[in-house]
């Protein structure tokens, strides 16, 4: 082999995917497209890539923090133009479809918390969320009527109190 065919096998070796350590499963991989990659070189002629998630973090925060600033203006023209009493159809079909949300949000939490689980955590988080949406609705949707009470009860001795435990359990590391 002359000088010649060494520089570009070479070349082809750098130019080659692969930043991870030897024996890694992109050595693995080199090695099986380009002989030449059994070999490890230290010497790198580029930098590394950014890893992805770097760069999509601030991109995502930013679109996250955006669409929550453009729904202050909505909420203050929801305030100003809905109306304060409307009928609803499928209203029982509503409530019963969150309430059988929060029937799997609650059941899969404990199912995954008592397996030690760490999806238990995203779940429980959810399913917090989810239980303080219904407290909030059940609370608002009966004030001036007779079940208030009730709506009142419910919230503050079952509906925020488990909000609370999914809470805690949604905080805790995974491990």
Do not use: N
């Not at 790198?44 to 995502?60: D, I």
């Not at 996250?64 to 600033?69: F, N, V, Y």
Request: glycine letters at 10%; a positive charge.
């Amino acid at each position: 082999m002359g000088p010649m065919t060494r520089r570009a096998r070479a070349t082809r070796l750098v130019v080659c995917p692969g930043d991870g350590p030897p024996g890694g499963k992109d050595t693995l991989a080199m090695a099986l497209v380009v002989p030449q990659a059994r070999t490890w070189r230290t010497t790198r002629t580029t930098r590394p890539a950014r890893p992805a998630r770097a760069l999509r973090t601030p991109r995502t925060a930013t679109v996250l923090t955006g669409a929550g600033l453009v729904l202050l203006p909505w909420v203050v023209v929801l305030a100003r133009t809905m109306p304060q009493t409307t009928e609803v159809s499928h209203w029982s079909t509503a409530w019963i479809g969150l309430d059988l949300m929060l029937a799997a949000g609650l059941t899969g939490t404990g199912v995954l918390l008592r397996r030690r689980d760490p999806r238990a955590s995203p779940l429980a988080a959810a399913t917090a969320a989810l239980l303080v949406m219904d407290a909030w609705f059940d609370v608002t949707t009966s004030a001036g009527t007779g079940g208030q009470g009730m709506a009142l009860l419910l919230a503050a001795g079952a509906e925020l109190p488990l909000a609370v435990a999914c809470a805690v359990v949604a905080g805790r590391r995974p491990r």
